[in-house]
């Protein structure tokens, strides 16, 4: 299993922008799907973000309704890092935030398996509050 680390959380007021990364602690995220989730306070997690493929370089996206049109995955050429670029933040996006990784490559548009990360980092706190 690769080892994953989040970075990128922090309080921000409604409107405002943040950028998470989810880094390989070693080696890179090239045979893997990434997916991003989120657990508001006193609600389940949720995925709202998957980038299926290679590690983030290519590959089908796709997002919750929640986020849709605020918020974009990618990843960078070296394959070592996933980020999820947010805009337009509310206070619903309150939550810890959680990447996670898995071998199989189509696991963004399984529709029974999608949840099933096999690696998971630690989780970042993001705020949205005045």
């Known amino acids: 299993q690769v080892q994953l680390v989040e970075s990128g959380g922090g309080l921000v007021e409604p409107g405002g922008s943040l950028r998470l990364s989810c880094a390989a602690s070693?080696?890179?995220?090239?045979?893997?799907?990434i997916g991003w989730f989120r657990q508001a306070p006193g609600k389940e997690r949720e995925r709202i973000s998957c980038?299926?493929?290679?590690?983030?370089?290519?590959?089908?996206?796709t997002y919750s309704d929640s986020v849709k049109g605020r918020f974009t995955i990618s990843g960078d050429n070296g394959k070592t890092t996933v980020y999820l670029e947010m805009r337009n933040l509310r206070p619903e996006d309150t939550g810890i935030y959680y990447c996670?990784?898995?071998?199989?490559?189509?696991?963004?548009?399984?529709?029974?398996?999608?949840?099933?990360?096999?690696?998971w980092g630690q989780g970042t706190q993001v705020t949205v509050s005045l």
């Open positions: 070693s080696g890179t995220l090239e045979n893997y799907a």
């Open positions: 996670a990784a898995d071998p199989y490559l189509l696991i963004c548009m399984d529709p029974e398996y999608g949840t099933m990360f096999t690696s």
């Open positions: 980038i299926s493929g290679n590690g983030g370089s290519d590959g089908t996206t």
